[in-house]
């Protein structure tokens, strides 16, 4: 079943030519492509016009597999804990990508709390409005989605690290993309104090500790869930460095610096 866009014409432009002029501008705003493959990119998803240069900046100098296990929160508290998107093309303005059903299957029998279900991705934008960057880099990348809904730090490590092995023994290299949004509705200044003290463990390569700081903390980062089991994953597969890309809050596109989003780009290779 071919999953349709929900987003389109709201958090980024409905029409395929005016989509792909936007994020080609945004992707022209990142440095070198890197060197080292990319195991994991963090990047934001919010609208593109307050997100959308933190994203380009972030994945364009990603060095991304043809395949793309995305990892994304679940806003709408729809379906399962860790709902796996199996089959079919998640289609865009102007054409969309495929899933790599092979991959979501292996990634479903690695863990039963990994289940095939659309109910979660039916109304959920945090992981569609990545697609048209991944489509911009290479539009033959394949996908695997998940949306994560798991609360509890144990079952979230648990379900990293068997994402982790079925990746780490995959008979092509796989990168993953968590989308997450940092702190909501604070001044311009909170934001960027708390998303600094949530931002030190994930680029400490610290799964666990970015758990506790941003739950003890009451940091409002809505990706954390997903980042959790994604910096698990990525463990296996001997990640070893990480990398702030890019950083900026709402503010700087709306001019109001009492109530804004935060929004960080990270890779980790």
Known sequence: MNRRPVVAGQFYPGQADQLESM?????????????????????????????????????????????????????????????????????????????????????????????????????????????PFLRAIDPE????????????????LEVGAAIGRVLASWKHPVSMVVSSDMSHYVTHEEAK??????????????????????????????????MTVGLTAAESLEASKAELVAYATSGETSGDYTQVVGYAGVLVS
Not at 80 to 94: K, M, N, T
Not at 142 to 156: C, F, G, H, K, Q
Not at 193 to 219: F, K, Q, T
């Open 193 to 226: 104090r708390w998303d600094s003290m949530a931002l030190e463990p994930i680029l400490a390569l610290n799964p666990s500790e970015a758990y506790r700081v941003v739950r003890e903390s009451g940091i409002s980062m809505c990706g954390i869930m997903p």
């Open 141 to 156: 990348t394949t996908i695997v989605p998940i949306a994560v809904a798991e609360p509890r730090l144990e079952v979230l």
């Open 23 to 131: 994020v080609g501008e945004y992707l022209s705003k990142a440095g070198a492509k890197a060197q080292e493959r990319t195991i994991l990119a963090m990047t934001p998803h919010a609208g593109y016009v307050f997100s959308g240069s933190v994203a380009g900046q972030t994945l364009g100098r990603a060095n991304l597999a043809k395949t793309v296990l995305l990892l994304g929160p679940n806003h709408t508290g729809m379906g399962s804990r860790f709902a796996v998107w199996s089959d079919g093309i998640w289609e865009l303005p102007g054409g969309g990508l495929n899933v790599n059903e092979g991959l979501a299957k292996a990634i479903i029998k690695a863990d039963a709390r990994l289940v095939a279900d659309q109910t979660a991705h039916a109304r959920e934008h945090s992981l569609e409005v990545v697609l």
